[in-house]
């Protein structure tokens, strides 16, 4: 049972538009979520979070979206840059003393020059 | 931003053999993490650890083992390897935010 889900494999954006990805989750526990960018070959890079009290959080060209009723959280970039193709990981965690992250199973994000 | 280390980056190894894959960080965060992550999957959590001489199984589980005998060391060892333990092995670290070293690519034949 897949608690945090990423529907969407793989996302194609032009240069300068904006990417918008989407995570949602079923645990109404998990308070607290993130997003790591990772590339082929290495470890994932820590993008943005937001706790579960706040519905955005900014972080110059990266914006986190909350809707907690809906479970469902989603990360715009804007504008998009070629740089940024990557595999974007959602992650959440709940109360618990290691903070245990649970992942979804990534988009693959292509920025088109 | 944590400095985490791993090593080796790559790794090919044949059945049977024994293998400890190596994690350090610098900054002196209480809690670290093993990850295991194939091709186009989520990463899943294998063992964790609170602090020195804790340590913890995750959710999925693994045939490996780790230690903490050191805050900043948490080395995860194989006793022997199978075909199917080839995976990407991805160490993290934390206080609060966790951040992830380069992980290991493990092909065992």
């Known amino acids: 049972d897949q608690q945090v889900k990423q529907n969407s494999p793989s996302l194609s954006v032009q240069e300068g538009r904006i990417s918008i990805l989407n995570c949602d989750y079923t645990n109404s526990m998990f308070d607290y979520f993130l997003w790591y960018k990772k590339y082929p070959a290495e470890g994932p890079t820590f993008l943005i979070s937001i706790s579960s009290i706040k519905d955005k959080n900014e972080d110059g060209r990266f914006t986190v979206f909350l809707n907690k009723s809906a479970k469902h959280l989603s990360l715009h970039i804007v504008p998009s840059q070629p740089g940024d193709s990557a595999v974007y990981f959602c992650?959440?965690?709940?109360?618990?003393?290691?903070?245990?992250?649970?992942f979804g199973s990534g988009t693959q994000l292509t920025v088109l020059p | 931003e944590a400095d985490i280390y791993q090593t080796p980056r790559y790794l090919v190894i044949g059945t049977g053999k024994k293998i400890t894959l190596e994690c350090s960080q610098t900054?002196?965060?209480?809690?670290m993490y093993w990850y295991q992550q194939d091709p186009g999957m989520e990463l899943h959590l294998i063992h964790y650890?609170?602090?020195?001489?804790?340590?913890e199984k995750g959710d999925l589980s693994s045939e490996s083992t780790v230690s903490r005998i050191r805050t900043e060391h948490f080395p995860l060892t194989l006793e022997s390897a199978r075909p199917s333990h080839t995976s990407q092995y991805l160490c993290?670290?934390?206080?609060?935010?966790?951040?992830f070293g380069p992980g290991t690519r493990l092909t065992v034949l």
């Open positions: 992650a959440a965690s709940g109360l618990g003393s290691a903070r245990q992250l649970t």
């Open positions: 993290a670290s934390s206080q609060d935010t966790q951040y």
């Open positions: 650890s609170y602090g020195v001489n804790s340590t």
């Open positions: 900054m002196g965060h209480d809690k």
